[in-house]
């Protein structure tokens, strides 16, 4: 079976100052990693994804993610937030072998960005 | 070019009663995707369709949920015998081909409210 975990429910940050969005996975074997992020009465818009090569992926407006193999991590950031990156943010993995086409999603981290 | 699209935006209904969701994928993508988004919980696969075919229906709660996708574009998700905890939004979705990388493109939804 595979998982995500987002263990923060809610980041709160000042707008210009670095943000990270925490997740984690589990999966047999080797992952696909993506992010999509969810505007309020809108649906998820993709962000990025990690497939393979560079553990550091970039993706829409700024915002990038590093794949750690060792801590089956795929945290979220951005180097400098802005007040409308506040939305809820979902992390998802799909297992290369063996799981389907299906994305199992975490429980999303609400970003609030602050002036 | 349009994404994708979900009809109605909104649907109430009383229990026991029959609903019909409606999806209309990106125009050539192959795989389309239901989830279902309970409140302050990330998306839950539901089934996947290749072409006309559903590849993966393991995500389905029970026989009263039934999906179609006849002619390998509009998909119907159709709930029988309607109960409360049947209310969420259901999330659509589109990829290209069902290849293990191609990110998925969502629909806004529709918010099933069972009364």
């Known amino acids: 079976a595979q998982s995500v975990a987002q263990p923060e429910d809610q980041v709160n940050v000042a707008e210009g100052n670095p943000l990270t969005v925490k997740c984690t996975y589990s999966?047999?074997?080797?992952?696909?990693l993506f992010w999509y992020v969810q505007y309020p009465n809108r649906g998820l818009q993709f962000l990025l994804k990690?497939?393979?090569?560079?553990?550091l992926v970039k993706g829409s407006y700024g915002f990038e993610a590093e794949f750690n193999k060792s801590q089956t991590s795929f945290h979220l950031k951005k180097p400098s937030a802005l007040v409308s990156d506040s939305a809820l943010y979902f992390c998802?993995?799909?297992?290369?072998?063996?799981?389907?086409?299906?994305?199992?999603f975490g429980t999303g981290t609400q970003l609030k960005v602050e002036l | 070019g349009a994404g994708v699209s979900q009809t109605p935006s909104n649907k109430v209904t009383e229990k026991g009663k029959y609903v019909e969701l409606r999806c209309d994928p990106i125009?050539?993508?192959?795989?389309l995707y239901w989830y279902r988004q309970s409140l302050g919980q990330g998306p839950e696969f539901l089934i996947y369709?290749?072409?006309?075919?559903?590849?993966?229906d393991s995500g389905l709660p029970n026989d009263r949920f039934f999906a179609v996708r006849p002619e390998g574009s509009v998909s119907t998700l159709k709930i029988q015998r309607t109960e409360r905890g049947d209310s969420a939004v259901y999330l659509c979705?589109?990829?290209?081909?069902?290849?293990?990388?191609?990110?998925?493109?969502f629909g806004p939804g529709t918010r099933l409210t069972v009364l």
């Open positions: 979705a589109s990829s290209l081909t069902s290849g293990e990388y191609n990110e998925q493109f």
């Open positions: 999966v047999s074997g080797n992952p696909y």
């Open positions: 990690y497939i393979t090569g560079d553990n």
């Open positions: 998802a993995v799909r297992a290369i072998t063996g799981g389907g086409n299906k994305l199992t």
């Open positions: 125009s050539g993508h192959t795989a």
């Open positions: 369709f290749q072409g006309t075919g559903a590849a993966d």
